[in-house]
Nanobody, 120 residues
Framework: QVQLVESGGGLVQAGGSLGLSCAAS????????MGWYRQAPGNQRELVAH???????KYANSVKGRFTISRDNAKNAVYLQMNTLKAEDTDVYYC??????????????WGQGTQVTVSS
């Protein structure tokens, strides 16, 4: 059994910064790619940022230059630093991880979601 536990998020004024953290725990052999997604009510979940086990990153065009994804492989953790936040960044943010479990199967896991609200 694997869990992804998120922390961070909250309320911030436009132009401000927030950081999100997510740590995986449980029966883990290897954490492969990790990422952050966001979803507004009634909308599809969309990719915000993605990072491979080797550290290669990609970002949604809407956040390039403002958000930075990073990870700590020793802690099975992924982070999202969000700067110059805009009202349109308001969403529920979800951590995602592709994990090789103790049975050597490969599984996709999601965090519980954390609300980010940017006031204009």
């Amino acid at each position: 059994q694997v869990q992804l536990v998120e922390s961070g998020g909250g309320l911030v004024q436009a132009g401000g910064s927030l950081g999100l953290s997510c740590a995986a725990s449980g029966s883990i052999v290897r954490v492969n790619a990790m990422g952050w997604y966001r979803q507004a009510p009634g909308n599809q979940r969309e990719l915000v940022a993605h990072i491979t086990n080797g550290g290669s990153t990609k970002y949604a065009n809407s956040v390039k230059g403002r958000f930075t994804i990073s990870r700590d492989n020793a802690k099975n953790a992924v982070y999202l630093q969000m700067n110059t936040l805009k009202a349109e960044d308001t969403d529920v943010y979800y951590c995602n991880a592709d994990i090789t479990g103790g049975d050597l199967g490969q599984y996709d896991y999601w965090g519980q979601g954390t609300q980010v609200t940017v006031s204009s």
